[in-house]
């Protein structure tokens, strides 16, 4: 057994932060003002290779796994997770192409070729499958302004959707560096679906777009716990610096371990999607966790630099409603706690030791 | 990155859950319904030397560093498959217990010899103890009372000591003292302190809420004498302690398998709430589902937690910020769970003879035992924030 990440991951991880560090930390304000990256910074990113780790090889991809993601989308959050969400125009909806018998080659060279932009939507976000091949209702928010095609996922398969929506922009609560607007779909025709036996297909598609999401909480968790504990530690009032009150050098402790737990529940599920294991609901759960944890780091963070982290002047504050909108993506909370606690009642043991020969 | 198991680990778990399922549990609902600990003379102890349980990973002739031993790792999933079946039981085995750490690490080979040697192959079921609480101080162990006074070439032990394991069973205590309170930590010495030596006693064994399967046993120490070769290490002890002490700034072994233990017992709090919740037909309700749901994902994490903690400690990296969180979480963990179980019973909970009833009485404890839930916030913070002593 073997808890750390793959040295040969090292590299790419290394890539990403430093292209986080230097194109895309220091404009995350410019690009959450522009409600877009700027031209400059999409080509360095492009130069990277990032947006490629897990495309097929067939479509000049990497094809690594879920492991490889997470680990990248923890250093790009941790810059700024609505420049990573527009920097990756393909983003989660890559993963049903990728579960599915959905032509991927075909459809996904066509997608990448022109560049378009694709966004993932799932039932709990409010679209509705009607009679196999059109699509209804309304998602109220989506974390983007435009887009070239949607991907409709659901408990029994995905489909593709080129025309018969739209997305009025709105206002945004965080990740505004992607736009932000509320898709409608009106009568949408339903493309490359594939419905037929596709369910736990569907499933790992959820559950990879899932890690993708919470591996980008993971990041902004990060940015949070270690700017107010170096805050904290400068930062002096009564006498001492406000990390060595015990209230707040617990808090900071709390935070910490509950980054840390969350992030190996992350790094567990996708490991278990990259071995073909059973995955989902390991995926749900970490999903779970860091959208839990989130909610108590992003406010604590924010108490911790006092009135200073109420203000824009600080990434604090962007971190705090950031995490809170990232928590929303794919039914939020409540959609992933449903789907892990259905799966763990279906077992008599859910967590005993060496089932299957994994832990 | 991998989270399989090798074949040594598996079947060394199954075989562990075989004997927990058919022996350790029984033997510890058993020991909660009566309110005392396992009997000296119970057959559960000879059946655990048969086993093979009960010995010294010391090995005689051989330097300290040969000694015969799991990975940490396995032996973290074993504390947790171990408590799973029943913690107060798995405290009670017999066995050279907490000091055989610091013996190996600090005793000189007479030491060892003559106070592990009994447990390489024990003739009849033998235990040992750490005792350093005391009645006036527990998390400042720097504030120890108990006082070693030089008597030609003995030692004299004055003090009190409290809620030591399996003390009064014990062929000797590791008995924690002090040459001078008014000097904390670096006056404190450790001497071997024999069973039946005058002025040692009597026992009290106390009454406790859980884990009632082994004793915890409060005592006095009165004049008691002990030879020169019981100091721990000899007088020449120092170099060889700073080593250990240094080795213990960086890395922990003992609080992740609090923590494994932690993570058992809130598993086992998880399986029979699953199963109360199964058999009463409550599955289909969401709140059930999602109080199922929130257990099951808090244990997983503390349990990676402390793997990670074990990992770290097998590759003798530090470790001390993830030990120290492995046991602050699990043991917040396991009571949650526990707690949370008990919610899910509803006044089943309340007649006081549910397995889960148990689980949160003997939890508890996992925030108190080896550094309270505040010390290892403590330590951490100190990592992490520099927080002055
Ligand atoms: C079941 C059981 C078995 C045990 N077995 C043994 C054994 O075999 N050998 C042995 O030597 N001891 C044993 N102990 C004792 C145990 O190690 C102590 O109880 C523990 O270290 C806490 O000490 P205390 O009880 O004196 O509490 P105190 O130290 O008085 O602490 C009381 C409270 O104050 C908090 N606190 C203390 N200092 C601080 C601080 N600086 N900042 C914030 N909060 C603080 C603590 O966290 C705790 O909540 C056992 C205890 C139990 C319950």
């Known amino acids: ?359 | 990155m991998d989270f399989n198991l090798d074949e040594e680990t598996r079947s060394a778990l199954e075989a562990l859950r075989k004997w927990g399922r058919e022996v350790v549990r029984p033997v510890g609902l058993e020991a909660d319904r009566l309110s005392r600990p396992i009997p000296v003379d119970d057959p559960y102890f000879e059946r655990c030397l048969l086993r093979g349980d009960g010995r010294t990973r010391w090995q005689p002739h051989a330097d300290a560093r040969s000694t015969r031993s799991r990975s940490v790792l396995t032996q973290l999933l074993l504390a947790e498959e171990f408590a799973y079946w029943d913690r107060g039981v798995m405290i009670a085995n017999p066995g050279p217990g907490l000091p055989e750490a610091s013996v190996i690490a600090l005793g000189t080979e007479e030491q060892k010899e003559r106070f592990l040697g009994p447990f390489v192959e024990p003739d009849r079921p033998r235990w040992a103890c750490f005792a350093m609480t005391e009645p006036g101080a527990g998390s400042d162990a720097a504030a120890i009372q108990t006082r070693a006074t030089k008597d030609g070439d003995g030692w004299i032990l004055n003090g009190a000591k409290c809620f030591i394991g399996s003390a009064s069973r014990s062929d000797w205590i590791l008995v924690q003292a002090t040459l001078d309170p008014s000097k904390g930590r670096a006056a404190q010495r450790a001497f071997f302190v024999e069973q039946g030596t005058e002025g040692l006693g009597p026992f009290k064994i106390e009454k406790k809420m859980g884990l009632k399967a082994y004793e915890s046993s409060s005592f006095s120490l009165e004049n008691v004498r002990v030879p020169a070769s019981h100091l721990l290490g000899g007088e020449t002890r120092r170099e060889r302690s700073a080593g250990f002490k240094a080795a213990m700034s960086t890395f922990n072994a003992g609080r992740p398998v609090i923590a494994a233990n932690a993570v058992g017992i809130g598993r086992a709090a998880l399986d029979e709430a699953i199963r109360f919740a199964r058999e009463q037909d409550l599955l289909g309700d969401p709140r059930v589902r999602d109080r199922i749901e929130a257990m099951t994902r808090k244990i997983r994490m503390a349990r990676l937690v402390c793997l990670r903690a074990g990992q770290l400690a097998d590759e003798r990296r530090p470790n001390i910020v993830e030990a120290s969180m492995s046991k602050a979480l699990a043991a917040q963990v396991a009571q949650e769970a526990a707690s949370q179980a008990l919610e899910l019973l509803g006044s089943t909970g309340g007649r006081g003879d549910h397995l889960i009833e148990k689980l949160y009485r003997d939890a508890k404890a996992m925030d108190i035992v080896e550094g309270t839930g505040q010390i290892q916030r403590m330590i951490i913070a100190r990592q992490l924030v520099s927080l002055p002593r």
Not at chain 1, 75 to 92: F, M, Q, S, Y
Not at chain 1, 323 to 337: H, I, K, N, P, T
Request: hydrophobic letters at 45%; one cysteine or more; proline letters at 5%.
């Open chain 1, 1 to 359: 057994m073997n808890l750390d990440p793959d040295e040969e991951l090292g590299l790419i991880v290394e890539t990403a932060r430093r292209f986080a560090e230097q194109e895309m930390l220091p404009r995350m304000r410019e690009a959450e003002r522009n409600r877009q990256v700027a031209p400059e910074v999409r080509r360095a990113f492009d130069e990277t290779g990032l947006a490629d780790l897990e495309l097929p090889e067939g479509v000049g991809g990497a094809a690594l796994g879920s492991v490889a993601r997470v680990l990248v989308n923890e250093e790009l959050g941790a810059a700024d997770p609505g420049a990573a969400l527009a920097l990756d125009r393909i983003g989660p909806a890559l993963y049903p192409f990728l579960e599915m018998a959905i032509d991927p080659v075909g459809s996904l060279s066509t997608i990448r070729g022109n560049g378009e932009r694709i966004l993932l939507v799932t039932e709990s976000d409010g679209a509705r499958i009607v009679r196999n091949d059109v699509v209804r209702g309304t998602v109220p928010w989506v974390p983007a302004d435009r887009a070239d095609a949607i991907v409709v996922l659901t408990r029994e398969g995905a489909g593709l959707v080129r025309q018969g929506f739209s997305i009025d922009p709105v206002r945004g609560a965080g990740l505004r560096a992607a736009g932000a607007g509320t898709l409608r779909f009106d009568e949408a025709p339903l493309l490359d679906s594939a419905f037929r036996n596709a369910r736990e297909a569907a499933d790992r598609a959820l559950a990879r777009a899932r890690l993708h999401v919470a591996s980008l909480l993971l990041g902004v968790m990060r940015a949070a716990c270690d700017f107010s504990r170096d805050y904290a530690q400068e930062r002096q009032a009564f006498g001492r610096p406000i990390a060595h009150h015990q209230a707040l050098a617990f808090l900071i402790t709390d935070m910490q371990m509950a980054l840390d737990g969350a992030r190996l529940l992350v790094h567990e599920a996708a490991w278990r999607l990259d071995a073909g294991l059973p995955a989902t609901a390991a995926a749900a759960s970490a999903h779970a966790e860091c959208v839990d944890a989130s909610r108590s780091i992003g406010p604590n963070a924010v108490q911790i630099l006092g009135g200073h982290g109420f203000m824009a002047d600080y990434p604090v504050e962007k971190h705090m409603r950031e995490a809170r909108a990232l928590g929303l993506l794919l039914g939020g909370f409540d959609a992933a706690v449903e789907a892990a606690g259905r799966s763990f009642c279906e077992t008599e043991h859910p967590l005993e030791i060496g089932l299957g020969g994994a832990l």
